[in-house]
């Protein structure tokens, strides 16, 4: 019996074909089809590259030009698509690089190895191979201890480190020298150094990972290597041409065929119970979340369930399921339900023929009205603003789901600012009443009231009959006590029950703040947190997490976050902190800011922008202003964010961007937003959000 041999795609391989001209990318194409059908064909002429440290590269011609480098090992039956080039780059590219297995964790890892010529005052001294990284610079200063001098080969390994580059990782003293060497390193290795450097113990962080290193390791058994979540951060193996065709033919989103071990671990397997996942901007939670989904379609949505994957707005929504369209099977998504959560309240109550209309926004119309009528009943001697009531309903009565005087009187209200006596709790308690009445007397419901309503129905029904084998949960900052009491009542307590991906540095809606742990969601044992931001550079993220400094940042479960471990791994100009006279000024300054990076983009790239403005009115001002500039701009809204849109600069407010990713982005805000970070928290974290969505360049704009 016969086996069809393994063939697998490198990541190199994919970005570099996604840079080929049209006419050479259709030729691999053609080619790399013919070889995942048999790489040992006898039409496939391998050919040795003269100087290469790893025998097993080989060169495959594909036309008088062009040539592939293929790992075709001495024995075994892997065969791995590595990179793509001219002739002399592809053999250049080749000849320093080799293909190892990590002897501690068994991941399959590329190594870059130099020449270095020995200056010998003897003729014909050899060449050594040593690893490629940055020497450090002379220097008469001390020379600082090496970070990881403490570590042994086998931590070190264990980490990630390939062994080729134990030598040059023992050498780094400073995480300035860490970052150089950065991209020597498998993802893996540069996170568990930082780490570790940040203060956490190899076995802390192999415990986070999950990762095991106490099996015995065959460095031959490249097939076995593949298996490990750290290879498949590198490399995808492709079954068939169907498969092959469609990772090849795919928009170059990484994403949809790499995620890092740790994604790659929590997307897959069993989990006991309700899941956490913390991460800063551009850590990958989304990327995650749709990751898990998939997987639950695909392996527990069985006996006709499905998944559902819930959010907090209508457009981040849209956008989540356009982009589960593209990395799903047309059958896996047929179990993928997608809604933000609002939307899926208005359909359960539709379903149930309930008649109420959620209020949203209580400044407006019937609820309005309702508001007035309930503060005309406060009592005046108790000399207190209307502010102090509606930020009391919003942040106890409605949070806590209080529903009886008797419940108000015991409530915390820790935070709140003004101490109520029990005398004081029964004054202030009838102009709640009052307003609940109102709005019921004009079928209108608050939003939180409708949560925990629908949870307590659901409640004296059965969770399973919603029909729902998991539920994946994105932007879980966002959601307030009521909406996660209602998450966790649509589905029963059990195995791969509930999955939250989310970040507190990007709650940009105060009054959602609740615990996990107070709403019956226990996650003790399976939180995690993802640490390597793949969107932005190092240069936009720390000035954005600058702009949070001072500022609390809780974990979604009454503890806190921190930030001293989150890293980019990428790095680019520094952004521009300017002040401005006026809207006028500030279009300038963002037109300018466009047509500098528009000029300096590649023949063939083109870059998306986005202009973040604090109000609709400010949004709308600069998109006039970049129309008469000779700009066409679009502006995203809560039907649409226009994401196939082409050449045009995106307009968005503030709460509208989150989510979404462009390669640079302005940012224009109010100068009052940067003030006491102790008064401006909720600003501040508002402006994180919109910096933190550029991928390469970034202008902040103070007005």
């Known amino acids: 019996m016969s086996f069809k041999p393994k063939v697998a795609l490198a990541q190199d391989f994919l970005l570099q074909l996604a840079r080929l001209p049209v006419s050479v990318h259709s030729k691999v194409m053609k080619w790399a089809i013919q070889f995942q059908a048999d790489p040992t064909s006898s039409g496939i002429n391998y050919e040795n590259i003269n100087g290469a440290k790893d025998p097993n590269l080989k060169s495959v011609r594909l036309d008088k030009d062009w040539r592939g480098i293929?790992?075709?090992?001495?024995?075994?039956?892997?065969?791995?698509?590595?990179?793509?080039d001219h002739h002399?780059?592809?053999?250049?590219?080749?000849?320093?690089?080799?293909?190892?297995?990590?002897?501690?964790?068994?991941?399959?890892?590329?190594?870059?190895?130099?020449?270095?010529?020995?200056?010998?005052?003897?003729?014909?001294?050899?060449?050594?191979?040593?690893?490629?990284?940055?020497?450090?610079?002379?220097?008469?200063?001390?020379?600082?201890?090496?970070?990881?001098?403490?570590?042994?080969?086998?931590?070190l390994m264990s980490l990630g480190v390939p062994e080729e580059l134990l030598s040059a990782v023992r050498k780094i003293a400073?995480?300035?020298?860490?970052?150089?060497l950065q991209s020597r390193l498998p993802a893996e290795a540069y996170e568990g150094l930082f780490l570790v450097a940040a203060g956490d113990s190899v076995n802390q962080v192999l415990?986070?990972?999950?990762?095991?290193?106490?099996?015995?390791?065959?460095?031959?058994?490249?097939?076995?290597?593949?298996?490990?979540a750290e290879s498949q951060s590198r490399f995808v193996v492709v079954d068939d041409d169907e498969a092959m065709l469609a990772i090849m033919n795919a928009p170059l989103a990484q994403w949809r065929v790499f995620l890092h071990p740790t994604q790659n671990k929590l997307a897959r397997g069993d989990r006991s119970g309700p899941v956490r996942v913390l991460g800063g901007a551009g850590t990958g939670k989304t990327v995650l979340a749709m990751h898990r989904s998939k997987w639950l379609a695909e392996n527990r949505a069985l006996g006709g369930k499905k998944v559902l994957f819930t959010t907090f707005t209508r457009n981040l929504a849209l956008d989540i399921e356009?982009?589960?369209?593209?990395?799903?099977?047309?059958?896996?998504m047929s179990r993928i339900e997608v809604k933000n959560l609002d939307a899926w309240v208005g359909g359960f109550m539709r379903a149930r023929k309930l008649e109420h209309r959620i209020v949203y926004d209580r400044k407006q119309d019937g609820a309005l009205q309702a508001w007035q009528s309930a503060l005309a009943t406060k009592d005046a001697t108790l000399d207190?603003?209307?502010?102090?009531?509606?930020?009391?309903?919003?942040?106890?009565?409605?949070?806590?789901?209080?529903?009886?005087?008797?419940q108000y009187r015991t409530a915390r209200r820790i935070g709140r600012g003004v101490i109520l006596s029990r005398a004081k709790r029964d004054a202030v308690w009838p102009v709640f009443e009052e307003y609940r009445g109102q709005l019921a007397s004009r079928k209108l419901k608050e939003v939180d009231d409708a949560y925990r309503e629908i949870a307590e129905m659901i409640a004296t029904e059965q969770g399973s009959e919603l029909g729902y084998a998991a539920i994946v949960i994105d932007e879980t900052q966002d959601f307030g006590p009521q909406a996660l009491k209602l998450l966790r009542a649509m589905i029963a307590h059990g195995p791969n029950d509930l999955f939250f991906v989310g970040d507190g540095h990007q709650r940009i809606y105060s009054r959602n703040r609740a615990a996990m742990s107070r709403c019956g969601i226990d996650i003790r044992g399976r939180s995690r947190k993802l640490y390597l931001n793949y969107r932005t550079t190092d240069e936009i993220r720390r000035q954005a997490m600058a702009l949070l400094e001072g500022c609390e940042i809780d974990d979604l479960d009454d503890g806190h976050d921190e930030s001293k471990r989150y890293k980019s791994l990428s790095h680019g100009p520094a952004p521009e902190v300017r002040k401005t006279s006026g809207l006028e000024e500030a279009s300038q300054a963002a037109i300018g800011f466009i047509q500098q990076w528009r000029g300096a983009q590649a023949e063939?790239?083109?870059?998306?922008?986005?202009v973040v403005s604090y109000s609709e009115k400010s949004r709308d001002a600069l998109g006039q202003q970049l129309q008469a500039?000779?700009?066409?701009?679009?502006?995203?809204?809560?039907?649409?964010?226009?994401?196939?849109?082409?050449?045009?600069?995106?307009?968005?407010?503030?709460?509208?961007?989150?989510?979404?990713?462009?390669?640079?982005?302005?940012?224009?805000?109010?100068?009052?937003?940067?003030?006491?970070?102790e008064e401006t928290a909720g600003k501040r974290r508002l402006l994180y959000v919109a910096l933190t969505r550029a991928k390469r360049g970034a202008l902040l704009l103070q007005v």
């Open 70 to 84: 293929v790992f075709k090992p001495s024995k075994g039956d892997v065969y791995v698509l590595l990179y793509v």
């Open 88 to 155: 002399d780059d592809a053999y250049r590219w080749a000849e320093n690089r080799k293909l190892t297995i990590n002897p501690v964790t068994g991941a399959m890892q590329m190594v870059t190895l130099e020449h270095v010529v020995e200056q010998d005052t003897e003729a014909g001294a050899p060449e050594q191979p040593v690893p490629d990284y940055a020497a450090p610079p002379q220097s008469v200063e001390p020379v600082a201890a090496p970070l990881f001098g403490e570590l042994s080969d086998t931590e």
């Open 174 to 180: 400073s995480e300035e020298a860490l970052d150089a």
């Open 207 to 228: 415990q986070a990972r999950e990762t095991r290193v106490d099996q015995a390791i065959d460095t031959s058994d490249f097939a076995a290597a593949l298996a490990t």
């Open 322 to 332: 356009e982009n589960l369209k593209t990395l799903c099977s047309a059958d896996a």
């Open 384 to 406: 207190l603003p209307d502010s102090f009531y509606s930020d009391e309903l919003e942040q106890v009565v409605l949070a806590q789901g209080l529903t009886t005087l008797d």
């Open 604 to 610: 063939n790239e083109s870059l998306s922008f986005c």
């Open 629 to 677: 500039a000779g700009i066409a701009s679009v502006p995203i809204t809560a039907q649409s964010n226009h994401a196939d849109a082409r050449n045009v600069v995106h307009l968005a407010t503030m709460h509208r961007a989150k989510g979404l990713e462009f390669d640079c982005v302005i940012v224009v805000a109010p100068e009052s937003y940067l003030g006491p970070a």
